[in-house]
């Protein structure tokens, strides 16, 4: 039996060495900003999802240096419900305007954790087609119906949703795609779920700490409330420049999930330093010097799209921090990336299965942490390694 498992590890290997799909880790040993030590080599960081800076920011570090332990010690229903988790829960749901949070380690988890235990057999899950891997895990988990529509297809969504559930039926969809930059029409998708009776679940990974007022996201851009949107999705691993995540919203939704998600029950509850430097980091969002990092970094991403265009870069329809520069094939997008980093610049190589096929490319992510001259050196080494490829 364990030789059956090792031949087919080995085979896939092969498979995937032949396709140049391994996939590596570099080692970071030091960060400066968006400068990071990698692999010995000092290189300038275009690819983290660190969008305001916030994971080196003095006053998140302080909040994290002064928590009382480091470690929960147990699950949230056990004793590892500290009075850090509670703080932070609250200034979720107040930031986020919405009637309740609960706290998951991470939003990977957290997304198969609420469509686990709101869905099942019977039930139809509606996606878009570009989601992030962890909703559609979670519809799978779940074992509803998963149908998922092509790519911000709101007429193809509506067809989806009407086309019969003898159960409930709930719309997902990213808020901001993670791979492509773009952002859902939330609208239009808020107007189709109330008319189907759908509940619509949004992923903010992307959106939360960045876009609307007070960086509430994408949902609040869109002028949306609990009402239309009844369950986000907020992680800490991006904007807020931490880890883990909240499920905020609904207080009948989120106390189900609190009674029944299992991937909330089964785990141990995020280390209270890490609860503590979110709530510095909501706090820091939701102040002026957060609205003027938001500022800076929208000038960053004008610098970047506007030069890019100029060069005749082939970008996708994004005006978030998510800049994707499409290249097709992942040797290209390999090569690229690898010529890239040879110039001090770190932008990383998305190859499928995390993009479909053929549409491999390099994800630039800007920051308010990267200065003009950052970026206009990015896109001189772009516009370099783009002309000696094609
Ligand atoms: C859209 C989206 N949802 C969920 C996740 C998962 O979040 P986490 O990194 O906290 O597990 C990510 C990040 O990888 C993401 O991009």
Known sequence: MQRLLKDRCAVSHAQRLAAQRIRTRKTVSQRQGVRCEVDGRWLLN???????????????????????????????????HTAEHVA?????????QTSRAQLFSSGYVANLAVLQAL????????????????????????????????????????????????????????????????????????????EQAALLYVDDAHGAGVMGDAGRGS??????????????LITFGKALGGAGAAVVGDAELIEHL???????????????????????????????????????????????????????????????????VLVGSDEQALALSMALEQRGYWVAAIRPPTVPEGSARLRVTLSAAHTPAQIDGLLQALAEVHFCAY
Request: charged fraction near 15%.
């Open 88 to 96: 932070l829960e609250a200034a979720l749901a107040r930031w986020q």
């Open 219 to 232: 949902i609040a851009a869109a002028g949306l409330t609990e009402q239309d949107v009844q369950l986000r």
């Open 258 to 324: 609190l009674q029944t998600a299992r991937g909330g029950i089964y785990t141990t509850a995020l280390p209270p330093t890490q609860a503590a430097a979110t709530q510095a980091a909501i706090a820091l969002i939701e102040s002026d010097a957060g609205a003027a990092l938001r500022v800076q970094l929208q000038a960053n991403i004008t610098r970047f799209t506007t030069g890019a265009l100029q060069l005749g870069l082939a970008l996708l329809p994004s005006t978030t921090a998510i800049q994707p």
């Open 46 to 80: 275009f690819c983290s999802n660190d969008y305001l800076g916030l994971s080196q920011h003095p006053s998140v570090l302080a909040a994290f240096k002064e928590a009382a332990c480091t470690g929960s010690g147990a699950s949230h229903l056990v004793c590892g």
């Open 119 to 194: 869905l099942e057999k019977g039930d139809v899950c509606v996606q878009d087609k570009l989601n992030h891997a962890s909703l559609i895990d979670g519809a799978r988990l779940a074992g509803c119906t998963l149908k998922r529509y092509p790519h911000l297809d709101v007429e193809a969504a509506a067809r989806q949703l009407r086309s019969g559930a003898e159960g409930a039926t709930l719309l997902a969809t990213d808020g901001v795609f993670s791979m492509d930059g773009d952002s859902a029409p939330l609208t239009a998708l808020a107007r189709l779920a109330r």
